[in-house]
């Protein structure tokens, strides 16, 4: 028996779980699922982002719902229009053997003709947002005075947004004798009001420990002055190559100034924020969604909730006010068992919020340098590199070869070698080429504790040729060296991991140990390769950063990524095309 059937689902719900290759229930859904089930019930359940929790109420709510009845049974209410059709478009799928079931989205800024005609062919369940919602009901359009299940999903955010006396109205206009199912990331005073005042002796399930981060997202935070946050934040971009990343600004302005940056600056780089027209957010979301985009600009309200897997990195360009806003934020990446990065730029000034989110999750942050130039030049390099390794051969060149064999007569196999990447590099050389050092002078000066401090002229970084295709993250890197070289846990730290390599640290004295372990050494017959980095510390004085330099090489991301990439900019004049039209739609 499948785990997801010990938990009491119906078969033709057992074949659309095995069609999602869900294997194993979560634990939020372990939980909720036969509680559910089994009673008819309030309940509360209190579970992070990632955690599933769309299948803990969906399927339960599909198996009780009387598809021979065209009546209104569920209503599902969600703080915004992105979680409306994640959630409608994952019921869907739940749903999909339930022969006559009708899952329908209402939300703002999308034609209400359009929805009213959806809602009368009879829809079982809709999932709302409150405003649009209200409206609907105010209008008499829909019918929710004989549902049988309200579902709150993401009740903070809804609370946050403001919606408590939109969800007071629409609460009133539903049955006293139905059952109402909460759901919510964190429990502030505001939520644990709506379960008092609107549920009856609500079950409770807590899952994992209350507002804390997963343990999965390493925290980084990078000191700088207030005016280099935006070339800070593009060479953060820069050294890591494979980058997929939600980038949260405190402001709508902000979102949109520096996503407009990136994108002049030849990233893919797109913002999302409730300024933009509903078609705009659409289009961005979908971009982002095929990783056409590996940057996202985005308000916290925006994004919040959006479930988009292997988000590498989250990047606060801006702390936020409220530090539970920072575990939304930093709960987007490290995602299904995944790893990732939360990073945050900071000034010094706020350096004492880093204190305080340290205490709220529980979790140290590690204090990292902004990569200087030369740095960033040599992940390049070797990002270039294995990208030429990796290039599928195209065979349509082959009528050619004579003629440019013809051409590049008589240069070597070595020059041919450097003339090849210097094509791409030396856009790239030229811009980083002494660039200033960008983080903030004379150290954080916020602590002095041991484990993430090392000195830096006794510390020294390496390259291996290992990276995240080889199934490593951060975290599995540095265990696996540690273990071969019999190291402690401290030993072995800044393991950056890219692609297909990654760099690490060790004290000097180390270094020995570390070249004579990896000079002959093989993994599944393959060689790893360790090398001293040449990248010193921190980058040297002159041109500021900023300023356009490539036009066309942000087709980066690795594996398969980049094929769709290829599609979507098309080079250099796709790319000066997306960016025209992206740019004219803004306004
Ligand atoms: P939450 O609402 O808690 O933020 P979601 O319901 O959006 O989380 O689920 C996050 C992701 O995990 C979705 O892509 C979903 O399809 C996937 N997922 C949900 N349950 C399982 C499961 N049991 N096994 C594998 N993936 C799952
Ligand atoms: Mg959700």
Request: charged share 30%.
């Amino acid at each position: 028996m499948s785990k997801f059937e010990s938990l009491g689902l119906q078969e033709s719900l057992l074949v659309a779980v095995a069609d999602l290759g869900f294997e194993n229930p979560s634990e939020v859904q372990e939980k909720a699922i036969p509680i559910l089930l089994e009673d008819e019930t309030d309940l509360v359940a209190l579970a992070q982002t990632g955690t599933g929790k769309t299948a803990a109420f969906g399927f339960p709510l599909i198996q009780k719902i009387d598809i021979a009845s065209r009546t209104t049974q569920g209503l599902i209410l969600s703080p915004t229009r992105e979680l409306c059709l994640q959630i409608t478009n994952e019921m869907q799928l739940y749903s999909k053997y339930e022969k006559g079931m009708n899952i329908v989205a209402i939300y703002g800024g999308a034609s209400i003709t359009d929805q009213a005609r959806q809602i009368k062919k009879g829809a079982q369940i809709v999932v709302a947002t409150p405003g649009r919602m209200k409206d609907m009901i105010r209008r008499g359009i829909v019918d929710i005075t004989k549902i049988d299940y309200c579902i709150l999903d993401e009740a903070d955010e809804m609370l946050n947004m403001g919606f408590f006396e939109d969800i007071k109205d629409i609460l009133s206009n539903t049955p006293k004798e139905k059952s109402t199912w909460l759901f919510s990331a964190t429990m502030p005073k505001e939520v644990a009001t709506i379960a008092k005042k609107f549920m009856h002796s609500p079950k409770e399930i807590t899952v994992g420990a209350k507002n804390s981060g997963a343990t999965t997202v390493q925290h980084e935070y990078y000191v700088v002055s207030g005016r280099d946050r935006y070339p800070a934040l593009k060479r953060l971009a820069d050294a890591n190559p494979g980058i997929f990343s939600v980038v949260f600004c405190r402001t709508k302005r902000d979102t949109q100034k520096v996503a407009e940056k990136l994108i002049e600056d030849g990233y893919n780089a797109g913002a999302l924020h409730g300024d933009l027209s509903q078609n705009q957010r659409d289009l961005v979301m979908n971009a982002f969604r095929k990783k056409q985009i590996q940057m996202l600009v985005a308000t916290d309200v925006a994004a919040r909730g959006i479930d988009v897997d292997d988000i590498t990195h989250v990047i606060n360009y801006q702390l936020p006010d409220e530090i539970e806003t920072y575990t939304h934020r930093s709960g987007r990446t490290g995602r299904a068992g995944k790893s990732g990065i939360s990073m945050v730029i900071v000034t010094r000034s706020e350096l004492r919020k880093i204190n305080a989110i340290e205490r709220k999750i529980k979790q140290d942050f590690l204090e990292k340098k902004i990569p200087s130039g030369i740095e960033i030049c040599e992940i390049q390099l070797y990002h270039l590199a294995n990208n030429i390794k990796d290039t599928k051969v195209n065979d349509e060149i082959d009528g050619y070869l004579p003629a440019i064999n013809d051409v590049l007569d008589g240069i070597d196999r070595e020059e041919l070698i450097k003339k090849i990447v210097s094509v791409e590099f030396t856009r790239f050389f030229n811009y980083y080429n002494k660039t200033r050092d960008l983080n903030s002078s004379d150290g954080s000066g916020r602590r002095e504790r041991g484990a993430t401090e090392h000195p830096k002229d006794g510390s020294v970084r390496y390259f291996i040729n290992v990276g995240e295709r080889d199934g490593y993250d951060w975290m599995s890197l540095k265990d696996f060296l540690r273990d071969k070289l019999g190291l402690d846990k401290d030993d072995v730290y800044k393991v950056d991991t890219k692609d297909s390599f990654s760099f690490f640290n060790t004290d000097a004295q180390f270094t020995p140990l570390i070249l004579e372990t990896f000079s002959d050494f093989k993994v599944d017959g393959r060689f790893i390769n360790v090398e001293v980095s040449k990248s010193p510390g921190g980058g040297r004085g002159g041109n500021r950063g900023g300023g356009r330099r490539r036009d066309r090489d942000r087709n980066r991301g690795g594996g398969g990524r980049r094929d769709r990439n290829t599609s979507f900019k098309g080079g250099k004049s796709g790319s000066k095309k997306s960016k025209g039209k992206r740019n004219s739609g803004f306004y």
